[in-house]
């Protein structure tokens, strides 16, 4: 069973992530963005590692609302609002359990990512954090290792695609060639699944 610690240990570990790999992902932003989405997603997952600490919530649902509302509120690029959505409406899918199972995750996760897509308007194959998260939760009945290499999967094949969402679209087909940087940040969202699954 997966208990508020567990999400806990899931944003703390995202955190940890973003940190490490904040300059690739700014890399990754530069040819077809605007070169901010480490800085950004660094700033939003900082903010999310002292909400937690401070207000200390008791249930999965209750720690992902948390994380959900600090991205929203501290990240200014479009992946700020799209993460909260995603975390913010699993959370509140969770309810106010004190412990899920995973197949209670995963169905929670799909609600997200269907909030996600239904905000930003993208799909499958727009060349976006969907292209990894839709994958991600596909697979998550299997297990996180099964899910996390759907996501980096999903991320990789973001390469080929001609973006149709987001500041990447602006650049029609020169956006073609480079792997999207919120496909990248979400592969390594769901990674963090298995560090927090780890302890
Ligand atoms: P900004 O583009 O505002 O600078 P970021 O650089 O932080 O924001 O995030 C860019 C990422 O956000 C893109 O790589 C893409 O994966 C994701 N994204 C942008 N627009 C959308 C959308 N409409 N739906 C889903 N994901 C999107
Ligand atoms: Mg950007
Ligand atoms: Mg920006």
Same mark, same amino acid.
């Given at each position: !069973?997966?208990?508020?610690? #567990? #999400?806990?240990?899931? !944003? &703390?570990?995202?955190?940890?992530?973003?940190?490490? /790999?904040?300059?690739?992902?700014?890399? *990754?932003?530069?040819?077809?963005?605007?070169?901010?989405?480490? +800085?950004?997603?660094?700033?939003? #997952? =900082? $903010?999310?590692?002292?909400?937690?600490?401070?207000?200390?919530?008791?249930?999965?649902?209750?720690? *992902?609302?948390?994380?959900?509302?600090?991205?929203?509120? =501290?990240?200014?690029?479009? +992946?700020?609002?799209?993460?909260?959505? *995603?975390?913010?409406?699993?959370?509140?899918?969770?309810?106010?359990?004190?412990?899920?199972? /995973? =197949?209670? #995750?995963?169905?929670?996760?799909?609600?997200?990512?269907?909030?996600? !897509?239904?905000?930003?308007? $993208?799909?499958? @194959?727009?060349? &976006? !954090?969907?292209?990894?998260?839709?994958?991600?939760?596909?697979? *998550?009945?299997?297990?996180? /290792?099964?899910?996390?290499?759907?996501?980096?999967?999903?991320?990789?094949?973001?390469?080929?695609?001609?973006?149709?969402? @987001?500041?990447?679209?602006?650049?029609?087909?020169?956006?073609?060639?480079?792997?999207?940087?919120?496909?990248?940040?979400?592969?390594?969202?769901?990674?963090?699944?298995?560090?927090?699954?780890?302890?």
């Amino acid at each position: !069973m997966l208990d508020a610690e #567990f #999400f806990r240990r899931w !944003m &703390t570990a995202t955190a940890a992530s973003v940190d490490r /790999e904040a300059d690739r992902l700014t890399a *990754l932003d530069s040819p077809i963005g605007d070169a901010d989405h480490g +800085s950004n997603l660094r700033r939003g #997952f =900082t $903010a999310v590692r002292a909400a937690l600490e401070k207000e200390d919530p008791g249930t999965p649902g209750a720690v *992902l609302v948390l994380a959900g509302r600090q991205l929203i509120s =501290t990240v200014g690029g479009a +992946s700020g609002p799209l993460y909260g959505t *995603l975390l913010r409406r699993t959370g509140k899918d969770l309810g106010d359990a004190a412990e899920v199972d /995973e =197949t209670r #995750f995963a169905e929670a996760l799909r609600v997200g990512v269907d909030a996600v !897509m239904q905000l930003g308007g $993208a799909a499958p @194959g727009d060349k &976006t !954090m969907i292209d990894a998260l839709v994958p991600a939760v596909d697979a *998550l009945s299997a297990g996180f /290792e099964a899910a996390r290499s759907a996501a980096e999967q999903g991320a990789e094949a973001t390469t080929p695609l001609q973006a149709r969402k @987001g500041r990447a679209s602006y650049l029609g087909e020169r956006s073609i060639g480079h792997q999207d940087p919120g496909a990248t940040s979400a592969a390594l969202l769901i990674a963090a699944l298995i560090d927090a699954g780890a302890d």
